[in-house]
């Protein structure tokens, strides 16, 4: 049995097949290009997708189904796109669009619909760190703080259409502003966008750190590796950065945790890529914060990196 995914990204559209434990067989990748017409973007899937079929003589008994990761509100029930803020779609019901692809290979396919970052999660469920797990929670930390739920080996996305926002817990009452409208969210504590913020303000208030030296006395060139690299070279600015930027990201994680118990907590996205440097120091301080001090829930680093939304995209229908 064989598996189609679609990564629908706001640059790239990949679509790959793969078998039944979640391994990439081959994938094709075409521009997004954004801003055209939604029948556009779906008429180069379709076309990629028949490829495939054909490419790897599928039909109904050999090919299990065509799952989607779409960026924003995407009700999987109805096969329709709500809305998506990146890619600009609104009310799109791409089921019914996709059943042309019926048509061309002449036989019925199954599709399934999520939330990207639902997918991301799920793939690390079936073929990255959380294989052998049915409960996991993702954090991604990247520009923004997103996340996934997998409860029972299921996907978890509530009763109405969008992805978890685990990223939009609120971790200090009146804090921060952040991109959603609200104070104090994780995502604006907890995101590389955060961690730069804090860096810049706290290398322009010390002239002497290091921060200022590794971006060439030019607060734009800051990066959250720079803080990290900064912090591993000794510098005390870049120490109490990196210990604030763990410590509210463990309010976070813990409150996961607290909730889902999960057997598995990932973190991916850019700041993930600091590893051990990253979750030894968290699981330090989520410890301290959990129900009865007790932390069942390992805490990990997602590993199978932009493939993830590819592969979880095709095990929806698995
Ligand atoms: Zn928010």
Redesign the pocket.
């Known amino acids: 049995m064989k598996y189609i995914g679609v990564d629908l990204g706001g640059t790239n559209i990949v679509v790959g097949v793969t078998d039944r434990e979640g391994n990439v067989l081959k994938t094709y990748t075409r521009p997004t290009i954004a801003t055209r017409k939604t029948e556009e973007i779906f008429d180069d899937i379709i076309d990629m997708c028949k490829t495939l079929i054909e490419e790897y003589n599928l039909d109904a008994s050999s090919l299990k189904g065509i799952g989607m990761g779409i960026p924003g509100e995407v009700d999987s029930k109805k096969g329709v796109i709500n809305y998506s803020n990146n890619i600009p779609m609104k009310d799109f019901n791409v089921l019914a669009y996709m059943q042309r692809l019926c048509k061309e290979v002449n036989f019925d396919i199954e599709f399934y619909f999520a939330n990207d970052a639902d997918c991301a999660a799920l793939g690390e469920l079936v073929a990255g760190a959380g294989k052998g797990c049915s409960n996991l929670v993702i954090l991604t930390l990247g520009t923004g703080v997103g996340g996934g739920i997998i409860i029972d080996n299921k996907i978890y996305s509530g009763f109405y259409a969008g992805g978890a926002?685990l990223?939009?817990q609120t971790v200090v009452h009146n804090g921060e502003p952040?991109?959603?409208?609200?104070k104090g969210?994780?995502?604006?504590y907890a995101s590389a966008t955060a961690l730069i913020r804090d860096a810049k303000r706290a290398a322009s208030q010390n002239p002497s750190s290091l921060l200022n030296t590794l971006t060439e006395n030019n607060l734009d060139n800051m990066t959250a590796k720079v803080v990290f690299d900064a912090k591993d070279q000794n510098d005390s600015v870049a120490i109490k950065l990196v210990d604030d930027y763990i410590e509210y990201l463990a309010v976070g994680v813990a409150n996961l945790i607290n909730i889902f118990k999960p057997e598995v907590l990932l973190l991916s996205g850019g700041i993930s890529l600091q590893g051990e440097k990253l979750t030894k120091p968290l699981e330090e301080k989520v410890i301290t914060k959990v129900f009865g001090n007790k932390l069942l829930t390992k805490i990990d680093i997602a590993t199978l990196g932009n493939d993830a939304g590819l592969i979880g995209a095709a095990m929806l229908s698995r």
């Open positions: 926002e990223g939009h952040c991109t959603c409208g609200n969210c994780l995502e604006a």
